[in-house]
C-alpha cells in the first residue's frame, strides 16, 4: 500500500545514510516501516528480517555473526526482537567508522526494553515513521509549519467541510486498514490491538493483569487530547497507580500513546507543567472508543476530540521531518489559559495552533493567542493560527490567521 505513498521521511533516511553509521527508523507496527525499508534494498543493500523465526534464531545465538555483511547498508527489520544486536553493531561501527553501514527499524522504543544495554549514543539517528498523514496520502510536500511561520498562508487550498474532515478522521492512518470499508476497519483496529497486546507487549514489558492493560487502552483512548491525570486513569481499573504508570509508558514504546510536554519556558509561575495525552492514530482510537459517523457528527465533544487528535497526528508527522528544527508542546496555566499546540523553531520562534471543529471563528477565539504574545513571548514572534472547518483563510490582526484544515496539506 505505501508503494502509493512516497513517505515524506525516505529523504531524511537517504540523507543520512550519507551521514550516520546506523540508523533507527521507529514507529508502530503496520505504519509502513518495513515497506519504506525494503524500497531502499538494492545491490549496495541486504535485508534481514528478525520476525523471521530462523532469522532471530540465529541472531540470538550469535549475534556478532548475524550482523556482519559485505553489502554497504544492512536493513534489520524488528530490531527489538533481538536486543543483544546492538552491542554486536556498536563493535562493527567502532572499528568501521563508514556512514550508512546499517538501517534498522523496530516497532518499540528499543530504550525502553528491560534488556537493553547498548543505546548506541553518538552512533545512530533516530527516525520516526507515524501512520500515513493526509499529506503523504495526498503526495504532498510538508510545507505548512514552513509557510505558517512565514505568513504565507493566504493562497487558498482546497475546502474540506467538518462532515469531511470527521471522515477522513475515522480512516485514521495504517496503509492497510485505508483499503477496508468502515465495518472492516473496526475489526482491522481492534484485531491490530488485541494482537499487539498478546504479542508486541511482551517484548517490552512483564504485564500482570492483561485484563486491565485491555481496559487501559480503551481508557486512554477516550483519554487524547487531555490533560494527563494517573489517578483520574487508573480509577476503576483496580491496579495501583505504579501499575497504571507502567502500563502507560509500555503503550507509549510500543508507539501507539504519546505525551506531549508542556511549554514552560517562561518565569511565569503560575504555568501549567501537565503533559498532554494523544493517540498516535485517531482512527485507532474512534475503533477503539466504537465510534460512527452518525453517533459522532452532532457530538461537540467527540467530534472535538477526534478532530483534535487528528491535528496532533498531523502536526507530529510535520515536525517530525524537520527535526531538530521544530518542537511541539501545549500550554496551559492556573487560569485555564489554553493553546492546543505551540510549535517552537530553533531560533525561538512560536506558532501557536488552536483546533476548532466548527466553521466559524470569532476574535475572542484568539483571546488565549493574545494574552500569550503580550506576556510570555517577550521577544519572541509568534504566529497564531485557528484550524477550522470553514472555507476562508481570514487576518485576525498582526500575525494572526484563521485557516482552513485543508492548508496543513496543501
Known sequence: MTDFYPRWQQSTIERMLNKRRILLLSGPRQCGKTTLARSLQSDDAAYLTLDDTTLEAAAQNDPHTFVKHQSKTLIIDEIQRVPSLLTAIKKVVDEDNRPGQYLLTGSANIQALPNVQESLAGRVSNIRLRPL??????????????????????????????????DIALSGGFPESLTLDSLERKAWHLDYIQAMLERDLKD??????????????????????????????????????????????????????????????????????????????????????????????????????????????????????????????????????????????????????????????????????????KHLAKDNPVTGVILYSGEHIAAFGEGLWVVPFGELWR
Open 133 to 166: 498523514s493526509q499529506g503523504e496520502q495526498q503526495q504532498k510536500t510538508p510545507s505548512f509549519l514552513e509557510r505558517a511561520f512565514s505568513g504565507h498562508v493566504d493562497k487558498g487550498s482546497e475546502f474540506y467541510d467538518r462532515d469531511t474532515l470527521l
Open 204 to 373: 517490552i514489558a512483564k504485564i500482570q493483569r492483561q485484563d486491565a492493560m485491555r481496559e487501559l487502552v480503551s481508557v486512554l483512548a477516550a483519554w487524547s487530547s487531555k490533560f494527563m491525570d494517573i489517578a483520574s486513569i487508573g480509577k476503576g481499573l483496580s491496579i495501583r497507580r505504579p501499575t497504571v504508570e507502567s502500563y502507560i509508558s509500555a503503550l507509549e514504546a510500543l508507539y501507539l500513546v504519546e505525551r506531549v510536554r508542556p511549554w514552560t519556558k517562561t518565569d511565569y509561575e503560575r504555568v501549567g507543567k501537565q503533559s498532554k495525552l494523544f493517540m498516535t492514530d485517531c482512527g485507532l482510537m474512534a475503533s477503539l472508543l466504537g465510534w460512527r459517523m452518525d453517533q459522532i457528527r452532532l457530538d461537540s465533544d467527540r467530534s472535538g476530540k477526534l478532530i483534535e487528535t487528528f491535528a496532533f497526528n498531523e502536526l507530529a508527522s510535520q515536525v517530525d521531518v524537520h527535526k531538530p528544527r521544530y518542537q511541539l508542546y501545549h500550554y496551559r496555566d492556573r487560569e485555564k489559559r489554553e493553546i492546543d499546540f505551540i510549535i517552537e523553531r530553533e531560533d525561538g520562534a512560536l506558532l501557536c495552533v488552536e483546533i476548532k471543529a466548527g466553521s466559524s471563528v470569532k476574535n475572542n477565539d484568539f483571546k488565549h493567542i493574545h494574552w500569550f504574545k
